[in-house]
């Protein structure tokens, strides 16, 4: 099977699980403290654990700047499982959200160059981004509304994202530069452990203000930051040129516009409500005799 085929199939494998685990993760609140001794909250971890996992396959068999803009589905995934929660439809508003993003997305696939298996950072490149990451993360996770927390998980996820190919790279002795040593491989491992888990609670904790409007932040901040490191650091590129990079710029504009319906407020779009029957007058009491 095709690489980008398998990519791409792992790719909605991982979305579905990030979505499922968002939903569940909007459900709860309270400090971590408490989170930790709720089974509903290690359901949502699982099923980021699951999502990771299969983001990793994902990233074995295509580029990150194919693998990365698919995570927008999560978005698209979620909407029905919120909806469904609320016990609600959703709104025509919500499905041309869905529906641009899942267009913009289509056109990004179009354009993307070729998977490249073993395409890595070098460990000075990684540390690198490590270290720029983390910075960034400290600033925006001081935003207000939740948002600033939820770009701050969209980065430290993408990071984790590019740290796990240098990873795998170097788990199978293809890392630029020759084989990494066993400490620089754990070193690796840590700091991917740690920007995944910094991202599940900056996640969290942005999902206190709603649903919609972070987990599209998250997955605007993710393919974008993604895209910086693919394009500048792993010498990842577009098809067709000139042409290839305007068709992603437009594909792109064309999810981000999605995205930003999909985080208007919604009006369920099913039948009113009936008024309420008038109360019938009880009768009187009889009086005292």
Not at 76 to 105: C, D, I, N, Y
Not at 139 to 147: D, K, Q, V
């Given at each position: 099977?095709?690489?980008?085929v398998?990519a791409?199939l792992l790719?909605?494998?991982?979305?579905?699980?990030?979505?499922?685990?968002?939903?569940?993760q909007?459900?709860?609140?309270?400090?971590?403290?408490?989170l930790?001794a709720?089974?509903?909250?290690?359901w949502?971890?699982?099923?980021?654990?699951?999502?990771?996992?299969?983001?990793?396959?994902?990233?074995?068999?295509?580029?990150?700047t194919?693998?990365q803009?698919l995570g927008?589905?999560?978005?698209?995934?979620?909407?029905?499982?919120?909806?469904?929660?609320?016990?609600?439809?959703v709104?025509?508003?919500?499905w041309r959200?869905?529906?641009s993003?899942?267009?913009?997305?289509?056109?990004l696939?179009?354009v993307?160059?070729?998977?490249t298996?073993g395409?890595?950072?070098s460990?000075?490149?990684a540390?690198?981004?490590?270290?720029?990451?983390?910075?960034?993360?400290?600033?925006l996770?001081?935003?207000r509304?939740g948002?600033?927390?939820?770009?701050?998980s969209?980065?430290a996820?993408?990071?984790?994202?590019?740290?796990t190919?240098?990873?795998?790279?170097?788990?199978?002795?293809?890392q630029p530069?020759?084989?990494?040593?066993w400490w620089?491989?754990?070193?690796?491992?840590?700091?991917i452990?740690?920007?995944?888990?910094g991202g599940?609670?900056?996640?969290?904790?942005?999902?206190?203000?709603?649903?919609?409007?972070?987990?599209?932040?998250?997955?605007?901040?993710n393919?974008?930051?993604a895209?910086?490191i693919?394009?500048?650091?792993l010498?990842?590129?577009f098809?067709?040129g000139?042409?290839?990079w305007?068709i992603?710029a437009?594909?792109?504009?064309?999810?981000a516009r999605g995205?930003l319906?999909l985080?208007?407020?919604t009006?369920?779009?099913?039948?009113?409500p009936?008024?309420?029957?008038p109360?019938?007058?009880?009768?009187?009491?009889?009086p005292a005799r």
């Amino acid at each position: 099977m095709n690489g980008i085929v398998v990519a791409v199939l792992l790719s909605l494998v991982s979305a579905a699980g990030y979505a499922l685990a968002a939903v569940i993760q909007s459900r709860l609140s309270g400090s971590m403290r408490a989170l930790l001794a709720r089974p509903l909250w290690w359901w949502a971890v699982g099923l980021n654990a699951a999502g990771a996992l299969a983001h990793v396959g994902a990233l074995h068999y295509g580029p990150l700047t194919l693998v990365q803009p698919l995570g927008a589905l999560t978005l698209v995934a979620a909407l029905p499982l919120a909806a469904r929660r609320e016990r609600r439809r959703v709104t025509r508003a919500e499905w041309r959200g869905a529906l641009s993003t899942l267009a913009g997305l289509l056109g990004l696939i179009a354009v993307t160059g070729p998977a490249t298996p073993g395409d890595a950072l070098s460990l000075p490149e990684a540390m690198a981004v490590a270290a720029a990451t983390a910075l960034l993360i400290a600033a925006l996770a001081r935003g207000r509304h939740g948002l600033g927390q939820a770009t701050a998980s969209g980065v430290a996820s993408a990071a984790a994202s590019a740290l796990t190919q240098t990873l795998t790279s170097s788990l199978a002795l293809r890392q630029p530069g020759g084989a990494a040593l066993w400490w620089q491989t754990a070193v690796l491992a840590v700091v991917i452990s740690a920007f995944a888990a910094g991202g599940l609670v900056l996640s969290q904790s942005a999902y206190r203000v709603g649903l919609a409007a972070p987990l599209a932040v998250v997955n605007l901040a993710n393919p974008a930051a993604a895209a910086v490191i693919g394009v500048s650091l792993l010498g990842e590129t577009f098809r067709a040129g000139a042409w290839g990079w305007l068709i992603a710029a437009v594909s792109a504009a064309l999810a981000a516009r999605g995205v930003l319906l999909l985080t208007l407020p919604t009006t369920p779009t099913g039948p009113r409500p009936t008024s309420a029957p008038p109360q019938r007058a009880e009768p009187a009491a009889a009086p005292a005799r």
